[in-house]
């Protein structure tokens, strides 16, 4: 069963608008990944944040972790064309190397 | 080094044959790990190399699915006597060392008429 649940499922913006989504799940986790799919074909790791951090940065991306809510957030400021693509949470659990994803936020970006 | 590669990228069969898929995880990853995506869902779990210890098979569907895993660096998912719900992307990742990042190849998307 999957761990993680991804708000909303999809996503239409405007070009320079930010993007957010969010991730749901249900266990004590150790770490929780964000990933991105073009095409439907490979991911592409985006950032990781650990149950002991609440907030990474990386570039246009934003993410939090509230562990007391179960919860995490991805933000993409200034959208661009290139960010249209299928985002994805995954929750790595304690001594477990195995990830559960989430069925994804289709996220299109007009130009 | 190259990324994770895989192969083929495209696969058509016909139901009640075999098929192989295979996974060239990065050089030096121990980890590697076989995933499956259905149109439009996430990814589901099939199974996980570490290293020499024994695979996790907790996520195959059933016994029509095996993978090896040689020398451990390529590896091979067969499905046998394939079936319409086979039709799927397949995923092969790898890890390498102490990170929990998976570095994912662009699949094999698979076909069973």
């Known amino acids: 069963s999957q761990q993680g649940e991804e708000d909303p499922q999809a996503l239409s913006i405007q070009e320079g608008e930010n993007a957010t989504m969010n991730c749901s799940y249900k266990?004590?986790?150790?770490?929780l990944q964000w990933y991105r799919q073009n095409s439907g074909r490979g991911l592409v790791h985006l950032i990781l944040?650990?149950?002991?951090?609440r907030e990474k940065h990386s570039g246009r991306l934003r993410v939090t972790l509230d562990t007391s809510k179960k919860s995490s957030s991805l933000l993409i400021t200034a959208s661009r064309a290139a960010d249209t693509a299928s985002y994805f949470c995954?929750?790595?659990?304690?001594?477990?190397?195995?990830?559960?994803f989430g069925a994804g936020t289709t996220v299109t970006v007009r130009a | 080094g190259a990324g994770v590669s895989q192969s083929p990228s495209n696969k058509v069969t016909e139901k009640g044959k075999d098929v192989e898929l295979r996974c060239d995880p990065i050089?030096?990853?121990?980890?590697l790990y076989w995933y499956r995506q259905s149109l439009g869902q996430g990814l589901e779990f099939l199974i996980y190399?570490?290293?020499?210890?024994?695979?996790?098979k907790s996520g195959l569907p059933s016994d029509r699915f095996s993978a090896e895993r040689t020398g451990g660096s390529v590896s091979t998912l067969t499905i046998q006597r394939t079936q319409q719900e086979d039709s799927a992307v397949y995923l092969c990742?790898?890890?390498?060392?102490?990170?929990?990042?998976?570095?994912f190849g662009p699949g094999t998307r698979l076909t069973v008429l």
């Open positions: 990742a790898s890890r390498g060392g102490v990170t929990d990042t998976q570095y």
């Open positions: 266990t004590s986790i150790n770490n």
């Open positions: 944040i650990r149950s002991n951090e």
């Open positions: 995954a929750t790595g659990l304690p001594n477990d190397y195995k990830l559960s």
């Open positions: 050089s030096g990853h121990t980890a």
């Open positions: 190399f570490q290293g020499n210890s024994a695979p996790d």
